[in-house]
């Protein structure tokens, strides 16, 4: 095990070394960089399976050190794929806004080309929709906060006319069956008022979500 672990920790960092050429490799080679890489990550994902197997087999006393060891391998290999693919998807996003640009100077318009007018009355049109949408969150979300600050407010009221309630009883020495009612009475209004807020935020999520 120890000869495949030092031989795949080696090529790790080979492909360490060679991903920082990706960026200075000029475009008819990145392609043919980027190939070997990904063949050589390929290669050590299989190596560390045969590490894994390996390392299942070491005698107890060493058998967690060693799987933490191939772990971290595999980490080290997982972190470099991704880097890869990042690298790949860059470059292609890259080219293809190079395409697009190229594309976009090589035609030739006139001075009454409708075609000219379309893209930039769809981004205008794009433009107002996407801050109307905004507007209509801002109000919304203004709207949502008074009808939840009216709620507190009702609350705070409910709890002050239920104490007193209980001080009036009090005084007139109502009996134990009234007490309970009206004490059924401020929790049912509590629960009202709480299933109300629980549905204005639903509801205030749902809007937001459909104008996003």
Known sequence: MET????????????????????????????LLENELQARIDQIFTQLERLEILASKEPPNRRQNAKLRVDQLKYDVQH???????????????????????????????TNDADTSIPIDETLQFNSSLHNAHR???????????????????????????????????MLGLSNTVM????????????????????????????VKYLS
């Open 4 to 31: 495949l672990y030092h031989q795949t920790n080696k090529q790790i960092h080979d492909v360490q070394s060679q991903m920082g050429k990706l960026e200075t490799t000029d475009r008819q080679s990145v392609h």
């Open 80 to 110: 470099l794929q991704t880097a890869l693919r990042n690298f790949q998807h860059r470059r292609y996003a890259r080219e293809s806004q190079e395409r697009e640009r190229e594309e976009l100077m090589s035609r030739t318009f006139t």
């Open 136 to 170: 209509g969150m801002d109000d919304l979300i203004g709207s949502g906060s008074s009808i939840l600050n009216g709620l507190r407010d009702q609350r705070g009221t409910l709890k002050g006319t239920h104490k007193k309630m209980l001080d009036v009883a009090n």
């Open 180 to 207: 309970r009612l009206i004490e059924k009475r401020a929790s049912q209004d509590k629960l009202i008022m709480i299933t109300g807020m629980v549905v204005t935020c639903v509801v205030m999520f749902l809007v």
